[in-house]
């Protein structure tokens, strides 16, 4: 199920970014708490997974991602298991390196009932766990968390998730220029071409025919696209888009509708080897959409007069949130109807399509109050009050037979007196209150939305 969180301050626009980084070899990424540095690197998975020790290898300060777009200060310890050809975390089956000569990630098995893949990422001593919707080089690229060999969590936020993610793009951009292969002029190969890649396209031009499936979520994601082709001995192989020789070997056309695409695939030494197949979007995807108000200022913070506030200012209410959800009668494979949400927080609006079943959660939250903080003499002062919660609003048509929406609106809790350690007795300050939870309504509309 393909999982995409938007999150948003109050005043403040989409807050987006993911994540990644690169290097050659060991270098190319700081350490001990520099910035990271550019990656230049085109070696392969297999090279930079030599760079890690075999066996059970303990990761200190892995760094979580916001619904996979924003870096955090979440910090974990993960314990990973590193063989030749694949990557563990747990009991659940290691991430296998790509058969195919040419493999750029340590992948979990595909699942044509999935949306995305997931895989490991080797980049400058560190491992990216990623989920991808399409090829690794379109815009459906998360990642969930990230671990470095030395603990230094600091190099790792020390740059943006825009900045990691663009690392990641780049690396892969240089992957695939190394395994381009020119047209034309003795067996069209680069000499700088692998050998292994050179005998993997050389096997698959001798293939007798092949059989393709795809996937994607809906008609803006670029479909996952695998084949497997069969030789003359019998014998069978499968490859997909992000090998890095697949463009070299097959030539992908889509045709979209709004509910479903035909996907082409031709053999390019060949054009009479060809399979299509019809790929149905089944919009099944889980959404989360969250707005908050802004915390309040803290007694540290400066106030008009120029001096330290002291106490704690109330937070900021939660946004109120208004849902709008409509149909245009579109049906996936399952006879679920096609939803069409559109859900606004003040100037910022989302939309998207979802199934009938998919979960769409909505939050609205209030600002934490500021803390206190002790006058010089000790006078203890007051916490912030929390925001209240916003309230939300649920527009429906009378056309949408079902829909799965989570609504929440949570007030901020109350900011912290100063510190009674360093304040006098009778002076204690108080806790800021919480604020209240806001309002859901819902209704009913006969007009399309």
């Known amino acids: 199920m393909k999982r995409t969180t938007w999150a948003a301050l109050a005043g403040f ?7 990644g980084a690169a290097g050659k070899g060991g270098g190319g990424g700081g350490g001990g708490g520099g910035s990271l540095s550019p990656s230049t690197t085109s070696v392969s998975q297999q090279e930079m997974a030599a760079q890690f020790p075999k ?59 999935a949306s995305n893949t997931l895989m490991y990422i080797l980049l400058d001593k560190r491992v990216y766990f990623a989920s991808v ?67 993997l396209i050389t096997k698959f031009r001798g293939m007798k025919s092949f059989t393709t499936w795809a996937r994607a979520s809906d008609e803006n994601t670029e479909p996952y696209v695998a084949v497997t082709a069969l030789f003359p001995d ?16 097959f030539q992908v056309s889509v045709v979209r509708t709004k509910t479903r ?9 060949d054009e009479t080897i060809q399979a299509q197949g019809t790929l149905r979007f089944d919009h099944n995807t889980d959404q989360t959409f969250e707005c908050r108000g802004n915390d309040g200022r803290t007694g540290l913070d400066i106030g008009p007069d120029g001096g330290m506030l002291y106490h ?38 989302e939309t998207f399509k979802a199934n009938s079943e998919s979960p769409v959660y909505v939050h609205s939250i209030g600002g ?4 206190g903080i002790p006058r010089p003499k000790g006078d203890g002062t007051n916490g912030g009050n929390g925001g209240d919660g916003g309230d939300i609003e649920i527009v429906v048509t009378s ?3 079902k829909y799965n929406v989570t609504a929440v609106s949570t007030p901020g809790n109350g900011g912290s007196a100063s510190d009674r350690s360093k304040t006098n007795r009778f002076t204690y300050g108080k806790d800021g209150n919480p604020g209240n939870a806001g309002t859901t309504t819902k209704r009913v509309v006969k007009a399309s939305l």
């Open 234 to 249: 019998g014998s069978k192989q499968s490859m997909d888009v992000n090998n890095a020789v697949f463009d070299d070997i």
């Open 399 to 401: 056309t949408v037979e």
């Open 55 to 113: 066996g059970d290898v303990a990761f200190k300060g892995c760094v979580y991602t916001e619904g996979g777009e924003k870096l955090t200060n979440r910090t974990d310890t993960r314990t990973l298991t590193f063989a030749d050809d694949a990557i563990s975390w747990g009991s659940p089956p290691g991430y296998k390196r790509m058969e195919e000569p040419g493999g750029d990630f340590f992948r979990g098995a595909p699942s044509q009932f």
């Open 312 to 349: 704690g200012q109330p937070g900021d209410p939660g946004p109120s949130i208004k849902v709008e959800i409509g149909t245009n009668g579109d049906r996936n494979d399952e006879n679920q109807q096609i939803i069409g949400y559109r859900i606004s927080c003040g100037s910022r609006v």
């Open 368 to 371: 934490k109050g500021g803390h």
């Open 133 to 199: 919707t399409g090829p690794l080089t379109s815009e459906k690229f998360d990642i969930q968390w990230i671990c470095a060999l030395d603990g230094n969590t600091a190099a790792i936020l020390s740059r943006d998730g825009a900045w990691h993610k663009d690392q990641i793009r780049a690396y892969n951009a240089r992957r695939a220029a190394t395994a381009k292969i020119p047209l034309g002029g003795g067996d069209g190969f680069s000499a700088q071409m692998p050998p292994e890649q050179k005998a």
């Open 261 to 269: 695409a035909v996907v082409t695939v031709t053999a390019l030494h």
């Open 13 to 19: 626009g989409l807050i987006s970014a993911a994540c």
